[in-house]
Every structure is written in structure tokens, then in C-alpha cells.
């Protein structure tokens, strides 16, 4: 347990320490000049909000989406598609820019880098299981009747729930965030007509430069609209969304 433990530590503090740089490489990010009006809206949000200012980046896609990035509010960055601008107005751009600032300030890398440290810890524990059932197992069963078959639901179960408490965590996230930043922009309506706009396009135009392991960082999945198993889903559903932002002061 505990070699499965300081594995993923490894791994998963390197990829926390280093992620702005990581995905900023993957997308082929492009630092924004700060005469452009996103900048400024980040900007202002990040005055009002007594942050420090994230560098602004933007990403040649078409599909309109947005993410944030950074392992703290010093080293934040924000970074929007060349589909997220041409798309929406100046209100919802707002909502959407103060969405990713929400994440920002609530430290939602780190978060995640936990609960992947978790995960990954309890995913190579069950491989473990597996080898040990596969391996060992039949000598136990004949000493004590089921202990391979009991590493072997293990090997299977323990992936699963894992899976099933990130994805929880994660979809907790955006709505924190889409609390907080609709407390950034004065209000919910534009982060709304946004993220129907968004999911959209999500839906009839999937970002193909988009991959699996960093569609839970954009404010909508860039790879479909919603999933047919919501437990393991990354999001939550655009109606579900919508619904607390309606009441989001109740979670701020």
C-alpha cells in the first residue's frame, strides 16, 4: 500500500507541478496580447476579485471552450479557443472567464491532483490484487476456501469505485465553480446563455484536437455534450448546471 502510495505521488505531484506547461504544449497555446479585450476582462475580474493577474492564453480551435490551469492563484492561467470569442457576446464571455477564475481561486488543480493521487493509489492496489489472485490465490483458497476469489473482486471493484469518486469530485468542482464565478460576474445569466452555447457546439462539433485525460478541465466536456452513464461523467448536466446557478449563492 504504501509503495502504490508514494508511485502515485510521483506521478501525479509532477504532473500537478508542471501543468500549466503540459497542456499549454498539447494545444499549442499562444500567449495573448494584452491589447486584446479578453485580457482585459480577466484582468478586471481578477481586480474585483483581489487575485493575482493569470496569464491568458488562446488556443486555435473553432469549437468554443475555455480551461484553467496552474498550480496556484501566483502561477494561474486561463485559456480560451478562437471559437470561445467569435462566438459569444461581452456578458457571457465574462461568465465563462470568471467560471475558470473560479477555479482558480478555489484551488482546483490541487484538488484534483489529489483525488488522482487516490485513485491511482487504489488502481495499481488492485492490479497488486490481481497478480496476487492469479499467482496465489489458489493456495489460499485451499487454506482458507476464497481469498483468491476475494482479490479478484477486488482487483475489479476497487478501479471502479475509484473511477466513481473522481468523477464525483470533479462534477462538485464545476459546479463550485460555476458558483464562484457567477459571484465574479455579478451575477448568473451570462455564464448560463454561455454554457448552452457551449454545450451546443459540444454536441453537433466535438474539439478533435480534444483527449480523454484533460476533457474534465474545460467548462464543457469538448468531446460530447453529456454522457450516457452520468456517475462517469466529468460534468454535470447543462440542466443541472443551470439549476444551481440560478440559486448559486446557496453554495458560495
Given at each position: 500500500?504504501?509503495?502504490a502510495?508514494m508511485?502515485?505521488?510521483?506521478?501525479?505531484?509532477g504532473?500537478?507541478?508542471f501543468?500549466d506547461?503540459?497542456v499549454?504544449?498539447?494545444?499549442?497555446?499562444?500567449l495573448l496580447?494584452t491589447?486584446?479585450?479578453?485580457?482585459?476582462?480577466?484582468?478586471?475580474i481578477?481586480?474585483?476579485a483581489?487575485?493575482p493577474?493569470p496569464r491568458?492564453?488562446?488556443?486555435p480551435?473553432?469549437?468554443?471552450n475555455?480551461?484553467?490551469?496552474?498550480?496556484?492563484?501566483?502561477?494561474?492561467?486561463?485559456?480560451?479557443?478562437?471559437?470561445?470569442?467569435?462566438?459569444?457576446?461581452?456578458?457571457?464571455l465574462k461568465?465563462?472567464?470568471?467560471h475558470?477564475m473560479?477555479?482558480?481561486?478555489n484551488?482546483?488543480?490541487?484538488?484534483?491532483?489529489?483525488a488522482?493521487?487516490?485513485?491511482?493509489?487504489?488502481v495499481?492496489?488492485?492490479n497488486?490484487?490481481?497478480?496476487a489472485?492469479?499467482?496465489?490465490?489458489?493456495?489460499?483458497?485451499?487454506?482458507?476456501?476464497?481469498?483468491g476469489?476475494e482479490?479478484?473482486?477486488?482487483?475489479?471493484?476497487?478501479p471502479?469505485?475509484a473511477?466513481?469518486?473522481?468523477m464525483?469530485?470533479?462534477?462538485?468542482r464545476?459546479?463550485?465553480?460555476d458558483?464562484?464565478?457567477?459571484?465574479?460576474?455579478?451575477?448568473p445569466f451570462?455564464l448560463?446563455e454561455?454554457?448552452?452555447k457551449?454545450?451546443?457546439?459540444?454536441?453537433h462539433a466535438?474539439?478533435?484536437?480534444?483527449?480523454?485525460a484533460?476533457?474534465?478541465?474545460f467548462?464543457?466536456?469538448?468531446l460530447?455534450g453529456?454522457?450516457?452513464?452520468?456517475?462517469?461523467?466529468?460534468?454535470?448536466?447543462?440542466?443541472?448546471?443551470?439549476?444551481?446557478?440560478?440559486?448559486?449563492?446557496?453554495y458560495?
Amino acid at each position: 500500500m504504501v509503495i502504490a502510495f508514494m508511485f502515485a505521488i510521483v506521478m501525479n505531484v509532477g504532473a500537478y507541478w508542471f501543468s500549466d506547461k503540459i497542456v499549454l504544449k498539447m494545444y499549442q497555446a499562444q500567449l495573448l496580447d494584452t491589447s486584446h479585450p479578453i485580457y482585459s476582462l480577466v484582468r478586471g475580474i481578477a481586480q474585483n476579485a483581489r487575485m493575482p493577474m493569470p496569464r491568458v492564453y488562446w488556443m486555435p480551435s473553432m469549437a468554443p471552450n475555455a480551461f484553467a490551469t496552474g498550480r496556484n492563484p501566483q502561477n494561474g492561467v486561463v485559456v480560451v479557443t478562437e471559437g470561445l470569442v467569435k462566438t459569444l457576446n461581452a456578458e457571457e464571455l465574462k461568465g465563462v472567464l470568471a467560471h475558470e477564475m473560479g477555479h482558480i481561486k478555489n484551488r482546483d488543480t490541487l484538488i484534483s491532483c489529489i483525488a488522482a493521487t487516490v485513485a491511482s493509489s487504489i488502481v495499481m492496489l488492485a492490479n497488486m490484487a490481481k497478480w496476487a489472485a492469479i499467482f496465489g490465490g489458489h493456495r489460499r483458497d485451499n487454506e482458507r476456501g476464497s481469498g483468491g476469489m476475494e482479490l479478484l473482486f477486488m482487483a475489479i471493484l476497487a478501479p471502479l469505485a475509484a473511477t466513481l469518486i473522481q468523477m464525483a469530485i470533479s462534477r462538485s468542482r464545476e459546479f463550485q465553480a460555476d458558483a464562484t464565478g457567477a459571484h465574479l460576474a455579478g451575477g448568473p445569466f451570462g455564464l448560463i446563455e454561455a454554457l448552452k452555447k457551449i454545450s451546443h457546439h459540444s454536441q453537433h462539433a466535438p474539439m478533435f484536437q480534444a483527449t480523454p485525460a484533460t476533457a474534465h478541465m474545460f467548462i464543457v466536456n469538448p468531446l460530447s455534450g453529456g454522457s450516457i452513464f452520468k456517475l462517469f461523467s466529468t460534468h454535470p448536466s447543462l440542466e443541472e448546471r443551470i439549476e444551481k446557478l440560478k440559486n448559486y449563492r446557496a453554495y458560495l
